[in-house]
T-cell receptor, first 114, second 116 residues
Framework: ETGVTQTPRHLVMGMTNKKSLKCEQH?????MYWYKQSAKKPLELMFV???????ENNSVPSRFSPECPNSSHLFLHLHTLQPEDSALYLC?????????????FGPGTRLLVL | AQTVTQSQPEMSVQEAETVTLSCTYD???????LFWYKQPPSRQMILVIR??????QNATENRFSVNFQKAAKSFSLKISDSQLGDAAMYFC?????????????FGPGTSLSVIP
């Protein structure tokens, strides 16, 4: 399998549930990202990992907890979410260094919090 | 902080015609990259075209071209000979060349409809 994959593709959870989103990239990249895409809003960068080390956290609530066990896998652990957290969560990857390379996106996980 | 603005939330174009999507950005940096991404309904976001700020020549990829005006901080996307498959959300994006990782700032997007 090539590119960036995300599982599950759809998720419905209650506010007291704990769930995890998974992202896997097969591109040999060293940086991975979580974005939140809400309707009629720009993509919001949530977390950035470079060489498995978190390099940026854009003031995301603690109910979102990322994990990057290696350069190919990225998780987003969800705990006691709110209905306003319902959105499309996109994972992306890119080479670590700057340059012409850009981000490759996964298909996203559509999350609904009830 | 950098910002990206797309003033057209929705646009439509007749099949085979040409359409231009607008994008402006704000930055104090001199070295950066600009991108247009396409997100078809329920499908993966993909890169359409990119432009290096240090290059004066406008980027072109088949039917897609940009009009990059660095002084005006404008970066529009022209789609020629529009096809039904071009219908999608289009996001303009900015990336600094001064960070070691790929932090991209996205605009709010323009929804493009193609009329048969």
């Amino acid at each position: 399998e090539t590119g960036v994959t995300q599982t599950p593709r759809h998720l419905v959870m209650g506010m007291t549930n704990k769930k995890s989103l998974k992202c896997e990239q097969h591109l040999g990249h060293n940086a991975m990202y979580w974005y939140k895409q809400s309707a009629k809003k720009p993509l919001e960068l949530m977390f950035v990992y470079s060489l498995e080390e978190r390099v940026e956290n854009n003031s995301v609530p603690s109910r979102f907890s990322p994990e990057c066990p290696n350069s190919s896998h990225l998780f987003l652990h969800l705990h006691t979410l709110q209905p306003e957290d319902s959105a499309l969560y996109l994972c992306a990857s890119s080479p670590t260094s700057g340059g012409r390379e850009t981000q490759y996106f996964g298909p996203g996980t559509r999350l609904l919090v009830l | 902080a950098q910002t990206v603005t797309q003033s057209q939330p929705e646009m439509s174009v007749q099949e085979a015609e040409t359409v231009t999507l607008s994008c402006t950005y704000d930055t104090s940096e001199s070295d950066y990259y600009l991108f247009w991404y396409k997100q078809p309904p329920s499908r993966q976001m993909i890169l359409v075209i990119r432009q290096e700020a240090y290059k004066q020549q406008n980027a072109t990829e088949n039917r897609f071209s940009v009009n990059f005006q660095k002084a005006a901080k404008s970066f529009s996307l022209k789609i020629s000979d529009s096809q039904l498959g071009d219908a999608a959300m289009y996001f303009c994006a900015y990336r600094s060349a001064e960070t070691s990782y790929d932090k991209v700032i996205f605009g709010p997007g323009t929804s493009l409809s193609v009329i048969p």
